[in-house]
């Protein structure tokens, strides 16, 4: 069993930078793939940003890619968001995920556990 609580999230302006921060507890983070998904109102989940256990393979959306950097301290149990260069289009509840599997992945339905969620707002 994995649990799983972001923080981070909040208002900020176009333009402006936000951390995500996600801690894991359970036994198995350090073996886990871990991953960020995002849901904006009226919309489905969308994937954001995956990594693998030991942190050597990531994968981002094309629509953060360049301005989204994805971290994990596995010595903390906890995976990082940095979000750069934010816009209004990333305003969503940012969750973060835990796969049984060592490998990043971007399908949400490869993940078994789900944080509650962080609300981000960017604003124009």
């Known amino acids: 069993q994995v649990q799983l609580v972001e923080s981070g999230g909040g208002l900020v302006q176009a333009g402006d930078s936000l951390r995500l921060s996600c801690v894991a507890s359970?036994?198995?983070?350090?073996?886990?793939?871990m991953g960020w998904f995002r849901q904006a109102p009226g919309k489905e989940h969308e994937f954001v940003s995956s990594?693998?256990?030991?942190?050597?393979?990531?994968i981002y959306a094309n629509s953060v890619k360049g301005r989204f950097t994805i971290s994990r301290d596995n010595a903390k149990n906890t995976v990082y968001l940095q979000m750069n260069s934010l816009k209004p289009d990333d305003t969503a509840v940012y969750y973060c995920?835990?796969?049984?599997?060592?490998?990043?992945?971007?399908?949400?339905?490869?993940?078994?556990?789900w944080g509650q969620g962080t609300q981000v707002t960017v604003s124009s």
């Open positions: 995920a835990a796969r049984g599997s060592s490998a990043s992945a971007s399908n949400r339905r490869e993940y078994d556990y």
């Open positions: 359970g036994r198995t983070f350090s073996s886990s793939a």
């Open positions: 990594i693998n256990w030991g942190g050597g393979t990531t």
